[in-house]
Nanobody, 116 residues
Framework: QVQLVESGGGLVQPGGSLRLSCAAS????????MNWYRQAPGKEREFMAA????????YYAESVKGRFTISRSNAKNTVYLQMNNLKPEDTAVYYC?????????WGQGTQVTVSS
């Protein structure tokens, strides 16, 4: 079955860093754009970053540009989100996503909490 599984979340102090991973299975990972979204309590799910399949072109929301870096390893069927200089407003559940022909596929999410 098709599946995305996020990991790497946790508690970090402001200014700290985390690296999230999303492991994909059940589809040809190398052919698809991969995305990261987040959802804070009481807010709608927010797009953060995307990476294309062919040349790994990246796109970022203005709120995370310059702090977050999306990357992928097609050999490992994994997409990453390196998060630097974290701020309290980055606190959210982080989800990876792939818009497959059959479904808009989401992982289960991983919690990131930025607090002193």
């Amino acid at each position: 079955q098709v599946q995305l599984v996020e990991s790497g979340g946790g508690l970090v102090q402001p200014g700290g860093s985390l690296r999230l991973s999303c492991a994909a299975s059940g589809f040809t990972f190398s052919k698809y754009v991969m995305n990261w979204y987040r959802q804070a309590p009481g807010k709608e799910r927010e797009f953060m970053a995307a990476i294309t399949s062919g040349y790994s072109t990246t796109y970022y929301a203005e709120s995370v540009k310059g702090r977050f870096t999306i990357s992928r390893s097609n050999a490992k069927n994994t997409v990453y989100l390196q998060m630097n200089n974290l701020k309290p407003e980055d606190t959210a559940v982080y989800y990876c996503n792939s818009k497959l022909p059959s479904q808009n596929l989401w992982g289960q999410g991983t919690q990131v909490t930025v607090s002193s």
